[in-house]
């Protein structure tokens, strides 16, 4: 099992930053590709970003790409978000999660473990 923690959400104007972060217990962290995802209401949970497992490797959406930097500390077992220019659209919860496998991706059905989320909420 894998027990994730993210904190670091909270209100922000629009073209502000916020830093995620989501710290990992239980079973190993470092061999694990992480991702992040986030929910708006009324909306699918959808791919934000995503690093393999010795953080050389990292994918982004579309929408976040150039604003978003995923990055990973596999001594403090910690992924985080680093968010810049954040838009009122960025506004939803911010869900961490973890592969098995060392590979990254994109896909939500191919993670194991969840957070419970953190709310990110950009005003205009």
């Known amino acids: 099992q894998v027990q994730l923690v993210e904190s670091g959400g909270g209100l922000v104007q629009a073209g502000g930053s916020l830093r995620l972060s989501c710290a990992a217990s239980?079973?190993?962290?470092?061999?694990?590709?992480m991702g992040w995802f986030r929910q708006a209401p009324g909306k699918e949970r959808e791919f934000v970003a995503t690093?393999?497992?010795?953080?050389?490797?990292?994918g982004y959406s579309d929408s976040v790409k150039g604003r978003f930097t995923i990055s990973r500390d596999n001594a403090k077992n910690t992924v985080y978000l680093h968010m810049n220019s954040l838009k009122p659209e960025d506004t939803a919860v911010y869900y961490c999660?973890?592969?098995?496998?060392?590979?990254?991706?994109?896909?939500?059905?191919?993670?194991?473990?969840w957070g419970q989320g953190t709310q990110v909420t950009v005003s205009s």
């Open positions: 999660a973890a592969r098995y496998s060392q590979s990254y991706s994109e896909m939500k059905s191919l993670y194991a473990y």
């Open positions: 239980g079973r190993t962290f470092s061999n694990k590709a």
């Open positions: 690093i393999n497992w010795s953080g050389a490797n990292t």
